[in-house]
């Protein structure tokens, strides 16, 4: 990194820590950037209770919690609960397989809890084919269940050209189940296989599918999630990305990254959570490339978005390349 030695002037604090309690899942989802990493160990109970002494302590309110799928873990419930106590705004996201653990969540409202839900296809042959799995009944249940307890559930779809003809029958079916929000996300490309390239869409065609959908849908509202990287409008003056900036990565093992995508690599290991004093954390020199942009050093100058980005997702690039200005394999096809 151009600027690993040199020191970081202080710095705010994440607006959220992204969690993951487990690495470990029910399924093989084909476009999941943790496959095969399920040897990490879980986060222990107490570890997490620790977790929320120090966001508490830091005055950090928002923990999003993703995996692997969390329920795996049979004292998330009431972990998320005590974070709830706490008055720490929680965001969850489960593949909707453990449909009968939501009853725990009786009684609390989208104000306190979040709880997203990923429908990868509108019938059991798409979404398990997709999913390597045999969830989908379980998760339309949890769907339901989630929306008779007023919890007003995200539904989530991963997009990739495998299901983009599937979307506008997910919508349909999510309004029968009375979903108000859906989340179209742009897939991530963590495989160097040619055939998983070919699949994923990069942020023009990504942000066209999405303009078109919205365009022709109604009585639902669609957002679209995707690498801050490429708006450069969302991020403050002067960042590359939201990694170490308004977000930073815990693993289960308590390691922080600067996102989640950055796992991988120990050279982006920044501390540990429980051991290591969380400033030294936060300041660390290995931040400074996220938190100074001069300007975007993508190769693919042609792109309409190229005014809007700087540059594509870096941990992208160092995938594939080693090199965090390598220009994001999605929008490669664009040369």
């Not at 692997?68 to 998330?76: D, I, T, V, Y």
């Not at 709880?115 to 999913?131: A, C, F, K």
């Not at 796992?263 to 936060?282: K, Q, R």
Request: glycine share 8%.
């Amino acid at each position: 990194m151009s600027k690993r030695g040199k020191a970081i002037k202080p710095f705010p604090l994440p607006q959220y820590i992204q969690l993951y309690p487990t690495l470990r899942c029910n399924q093989r989802c084909s476009f999941c950037f943790n496959d095969g990493a399920s040897t990490v160990r879980d986060l222990a109970p107490q570890e997490a209770m620790n977790l929320l002494d120090i966001l508490c302590d830091l005055g950090i309110r928002d923990l999003d919690i993703m995996g692997g799928e969390p329920f795996l873990l049979p004292w998330m419930p009431s972990f998320l609960h005590a974070a709830i106590k706490e008055n720490i705004m929680v965001n969850v996201s489960t593949n909707g397989s453990f449909p009968d653990v939501l009853e725990e969540f009786r009684g609390l409202g989208p104000d306190r809890i979040t709880i997203g839900v990923s429908l990868e296809g509108s019938t059991p042959e798409n979404h398990n084919g997709l999913t390597h799995s045999d969830n989908y009944e379980k998760a339309i249940i949890s769907i339901r269940t989630l929306v008779s307890l007023g919890l007003d559930p995200i539904v989530k779809t991963v997009i990739s050209r495998h299901n983009m003809h599937d979307i506008p029958t997910i919508i349909d079916l999510l309004k029968k189940l009375g979903v108000t929000r859906y989340y179209l996300i742009q897939m991530d490309l963590f495989s160097k296989a040619l055939r998983a390239g070919k699949i994923a869409p990069g942020f023009v065609e990504f942000t066209k599918f999405y303009a078109d959908t919205t365009a022709r849908s109604t009585g639902i509202n669609i957002h679209k999630v995707n690498a801050s990287c490429f708006e450069k409008h969302t991020l403050p003056e002067g960042i590359r990305c939201a990694g170490g900036v308004r977000k930073l990565c815990i693993m289960p093992d308590g390691s922080a990254y600067p996102c989640n995508l950055f796992h991988h690599f120990p050279e982006f290991f920044l501390g540990n959570i429980f051991t290591d004093d969380f400033t030294d954390i936060w300041m660390s020199p290995k931040l400074a490339y996220f938190r100074c942009f001069d300007r975007n050093r993508c190769q693919v100058t042609g792109c309409s978005n190229f005014g809007s980005c700087t540059g594509g997702c870096p941990a992208h690039g160092y995938f594939h390349s080693l090199d965090l200005n390598s220009t994001d394999r999605r929008c490669s096809s664009l040369s």
